[in-house]
């Protein structure tokens, strides 16, 4: 079964007045547009084009029909939901500063949320459902900017540093505001000592120690020490950060992070706890078929401290990076390591390359169109629309000079 699906770009005002428009290959709205959803997620279920016989008007209408052929024996029986969202993500501002939930953190988190009777649309809501949230994001745009992970503790070093060689050489030295981040670093626990003040501190107004603090590193972070040195992009982002949510602790948060430049094809798996914020860029998001946010700065949405402590993952690393294999000529495979996705990208395949079927897929074409087939049936999915695959159709088989995006289940365990 093939089924086209569309949906309307999502409104946030970090988004790009024209990047999706492009993508899509048709007209700006006028409006930001940030995120197109396609998926069956009750957030924003993608709308079947053409009703199906059973009156199923969208996705996720559609699977509950025949959760069996939709989604396959195996996947009916664990909750019959689409266990994947696939989005085009476009960044002209700043995300906020986030994190996801483990499974068993969001299991716990909304069961909590829902026993205090909290709407599940409030605005200081943290779990609207009981998923976790593990996302993939592949650069489309021919750079994609990012903070992903806890630096490695050498480079936050190194990146203070910078701040007091630009401090010594400023008019008016104030190395005391640099010494209160320093004696956290000091701390056994650095990084989560010294993000708990910040967080916690920083949120005061601007009379607390923290806020000097974050108040001394933007004003540093102009300066042509902080931008002739090795750290200039994270400076750089200090900066952007700044005119954007002067006064946050986010803004000294992104330099405990890794900065991090995609090129086009290039890709960032977050997984649970990982702390991180898309800056700019066009991209393609496949995530588990979750909502759930921790938030901790970089916007004017609700921020709950303790909550996103509890999730962050402190450990430093290095930036996460997935690189595809290649998985038949023309077909790379972004695969992740966890059960609810993985990405396929196609160009130029061979004839006889296709892509086996696990479960269900929805395919969405770039640049051009492609022409998709099954066992039993074939689709064509124009520049910047979608299609959702159900798994009897076995494998995918492509032509055309468009670029297929493919987000698929991956096989089970033997």
Do not use: C
Not at 217 to 228: K, R
Not at 300 to 319: G, N, Q, R, S, Y
């Amino acid at each position: 079964m093939f089924v086209a699906i569309r949906n309307t770009p999502r409104d946030y005002a970090w988004g790009s007045h024209t990047a999706i428009a492009e993508f899509r290959g048709v007209e700006p709205s006028g409006s930001p547009e940030a995120e197109l959803w396609l998926g069956a997620h009750a957030g924003s279920p993608a709308e079947v084009v053409e009703a199906d016989a059973a009156g199923a008007t969208d996705l996720a209408e559609l699977i509950a029909a025949n959760p069996a052929l939709a989604l396959g024996p195996e996947h009916a029986r664990e909750g019959a939901r689409l266990p994947f969202l696939l989005k085009v993500l476009a960044a002209a501002r700043p995300l906020s500063l986030q994190a996801h939930p483990t499974p068993d953190q969001a299991r716990v988190g909304f069961g909590r949320e829902e026993a205090e009777g909290v709407p599940i649309d409030a605005f200081d809501r943290n779990y609207r459902d009981p998923f976790a949230k593990p996302e993939l994001i592949v650069a489309v745009s021919e750079s994609f900017e990012a903070l992903s992970g806890f630096r490695p503790l050498e480079e936050v070093a190194g990146v203070l540093d910078a701040l007091r060689a630009a401090d010594a050489a400023s008019p008016e030295p104030q190395p005391g505001a640099l010494d209160l981040l320093a004696a956290r670093l000091d701390g056994p626990d650095a990084l989560r000592e010294s993000v708990v003040w910040l967080l916690q501190d920083g949120r005061g107004g601007d009379t607390g120690e923290a806020a000097w603090l974050i108040e001394r590193v933007t004003a540093l972070a102009a300066s042509d020490e902080a931008l002739a040195s090795p750290f200039a992009a994270s400076f750089r982002t200090v900066l952007d950060l700044a005119e954007e949510y002067p006064g946050d602790p986010g803004i000294v948060i992104s330099l405990l992070l890794n900065r991090v430049s995609l090129r086009r094809g290039e890709a960032l798996f977050l997984d649970a706890g990982n702390i991180h914020a898309y800056l700019s860029g066009l991209g393609i998001e496949l995530m588990a078929a979750s909502d759930n946010v921790l938030r901790g700065g970089l916007t004017p949405k609700h921020i709950d401290v303790p909550e996103l402590i509890e999730v962050l993952d402190f450990a430093p690393i290095e930036p996460p990076l997935l690189a595809p294999i290649e998985a038949a000529p023309g077909i790379l495979e972004y695969r992740p390591p966890v059960p609810d996705f993985t990405l396929f990208r196609v160009e130029g395949a061979d004839d006889a390359a296709r892509i086996a079927l696990s479960g269900p897929a929805i395919v969405l074409a770039e640049g051009a169109g492609v022409q998709v087939s099954g066992a039993s049936g074939s689709i064509a999915v124009a520049r910047g629309e979608a299609a959702f695959a159900s798994p009897d159709e076995s494998s995918l088989g492509f032509a055309g000079e468009g670029v297929a995006w493919v987000a698929t289940v991956p096989p089970a365990p033997a």
